[in-house]
């Protein structure tokens, strides 16, 4: 049962640099050596990144997407999910998440964010917004993964 | 990757006769056996005897909740989905199925197959609301999984 | 305050025959003349009508509209509320309506009538699907009108 | 038809100091004196103040809420909209606001601040979220509601 491991979202800009996008797939290959479950918003840039690091390490991919077309997907996601809900599918990335990973990103990483701590989740901060104490500042990949899986730890997640 | 692959949705309710049970338990495990994926609304009844049968032949089972909690998906899930919609989730079981089949159910088993019709979705029914001559009758779960699957193909699920 | 009147959903094809445009008008006067505040999708058909028919007698209307564009709605709408959740806006006209008239409808009507069922709530029928011994039958505005105010009669809406 | 009315978006936390409450009231009331019809999510604190200096003012309310029962709504609001998306109600508070007013608020506040911002719509700030150059500051409640109505100016609402 997949559903026993840890469910970890990786949110960003649909577009990003060459840096950020290299960093998004390393956090992609960690998240899945440590057998955990990416899920993300399903497009392209950092989402896109992780989840192409993953799939080269054998993980597993959901994406959440905001239209009702499966092959609005980026080429490494296992199981797209359509919502049709536009913007509002970011709060379902955020609650299909058990903690998250935040990269740079725009106004809709920033809603991620919010509602990530509005509903008492964990994020991991990779050079993202700084708008609270809260969110946990990792500065690479492997301590970003190594903190989530920590702080999303709950006995579903535990071995 | 698992998206190529045919998502057949199989609806009906949460509660069931045993014999309604069965039929869905075999339907799961036809779905399995073609190398489908299974999307359902993640609960008991109808949606837990699929699931089952699916589990059994080695297939893989998507749950679209209408909470927020993952817990609330029966034991063989996979992937449970989260939405926080309430029964506003049922559209989001029609939208990320390719095709469905349809069991005896009560309201909320009409509305799905009446999102699904709508949305031009077919629709294979096995003992299910006679409401519309769209609905391909089936007497079995073998010839239902079977007109399913001829009825889903598109692009990306032809061999 | 108008929350202490009764909102009463109106349901029915986008497009219709002048027979039913005709008779939706007159539940849409009827509604009016009780002092009851109209809902429905929005658009055109026997949304349109019955926008029509209350506006003419001094009503009130809301229009749940499926995209994100206020102008999308009817010229009869007094408030149009934006979604953005395509069909899944038919959830919402029902969870806005304590009680909903039911006209004759395609699929979307029929999703509507589900799920003003499965939630529990009245609803009267005109010529609209025959799917179920709950829908009340009604033969003209008047008594649609009459047996929708005496169902969703409650401390709200008591005078 | 209030249509061709400003719809003003006013956002804030559901608790909030007597200070921000009375200028939250004094918000509500200019936007009552220009002809506008306030947005909010229906609840206490700003949303709450606010709806109540529009009602001193005769103005109307509408109020966007998470749950599905009216009753949750504040005394003060004329259109409770129920919508039962929990958080998500808060994208549909933006998408029906032409313009919004931020005051203080939490983590809520700062996603609706996001899909504003996202949805390419004009935010004025009073003691909010300092988050982006892009939220026009204002100092006092009438400065605020007159920069939100210009700013929110569309054909829909020339005079």
Redesign the interface.
């Known amino acids: 049962?997949?559903?026993s491991k840890a469910?970890v979202g990786v949110i960003g800009a649909g577009d990003c640099s060459e840096e950020v996008g290299k960093l998004a797939e390393e956090v992609g290959e960690k998240i899945a050596e440590a057998g955990a479950i990416l899920v993300c918003g399903g497009l392209g840039g950092v989402m896109e990144a992780a989840s192409r690091g993953a799939k080269r390490k054998g993980g597993i991919t959901?994406g959440?997407l905001p239209g009702?077309e499966?092959?609005d997907?980026n080429?490494y996601?296992?199981?797209?999910?359509?919502?049709?809900?536009?913007?509002?599918r970011n709060?379902?990335v955020v609650?299909?998440s058990d903690v998250l990973i935040a990269f740079p990103g725009?106004?809709?990483t920033?809603?991620e964010i919010?509602?990530a701590?509005?509903?008492g989740k964990s994020v991991v901060g990779l050079s993202t917004?700084n708008?609270?104490d809260e969110i946990i500042r990792a500065t690479n990949a492997q301590q970003a993964v190594d903190i989530a899986l920590q702080a999303g730890k709950n006995p579903?997640t535990e071995p």
Chains 1, 2, 3, 4 share one sequence.
Request: no cysteine; hydrophobic share 50%.
């Open positions: 049962m997949q559903k469910f959901v959440v009702i499966k092959a997907a080429p996601i296992d199981y797209p999910i359509v919502t049709g809900l536009g913007e509002g709060l379902l609650r299909n725009e106004f809709g920033l809603s919010a509602f701590l509005k509903l917004w708008i609270s579903e």
